[in-house]
């Protein structure tokens, strides 16, 4: 998968060479550029971006860098090889990013992002660059961050563990919790490593216990317990064919 981020802030964007997006580029799973907008200002003071029509606060990042530096990364992109490229515009305004939209993201093979900093970026280069390929607006919560490169991050991570190869142990977004399958739209419930006993505090038996059956329906009893204490809308939204007879004793 190739990535391309364009931002002001490059240097935001360096713990992409660590942990497991950086492990991922290092296999050659995934290929990450990062540019700098203002290499497509193009005035001496490096400006991009303006008041915006209209009035009200803050400023608007300006069509014309950002219409430059996509037609470059994109004929760039396509150069080296890349085809079917997807843009990613992280703002408030978007759609909420979920499991199920990380999962789409990680089928695409090429993702365009564009953080913003100040009120956004002019719509007309949405609006544009709509009219080429998907683009995907999203949000990935319900608060305002500074500028778009944190959420970046965010949906980087999220989408790169899911590339066939990057995860040391295929096995290990099987139970996630907001996986499709078995336990989902559960949350996880608690886990438990060496020593046995810390501080006066033991495991819960039954994980000692060896029977896979059992370990089982505690792993679920738990992670109903926790979704039903920290996301009753979860719950609530969970298909009641999806439950036992053991979760309704519950
Ligand atoms: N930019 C500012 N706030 C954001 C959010 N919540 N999600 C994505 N991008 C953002």
Known sequence: M????????????EPLNVSLVGKARARGRLDVQV?????????????????????????VMKTEPWGDALDTVLADGYEQGASGPALVVPTPSGRPFTQALAQELSEQPWLIFTPARYEGIDRRVVDEYATRMPVYEVSIGDYVLAGGEAAVLVITEAVARLLPGVLGNAESHRDD???????AN???GPVYTKPPEWRGRGIPPVLLSGHHGKIARWRRDEALRRTTA????????????TFDKYDREM
């Open 2 to 13: 190739r990535l391309d981020v364009v931002t002001i802030f490059p240097e935001y964007l």
């Open 177 to 183: 919790s907001f996986a499709p399958g078995g336990m």
């Open 186 to 188: 559960l949350l996880e």
């Open 230 to 241: 920290n996301r009753p809308d979860l719950v609530e939204r969970l298909d009641p064919g």
């Open 35 to 59: 540019h700098d907008l203002r290499t497509w200002a193009y005035d001496r003071h490096n400006t991009v971006d303006d008041t915006p029509y209209g009035g009200g606060p803050g400023m």
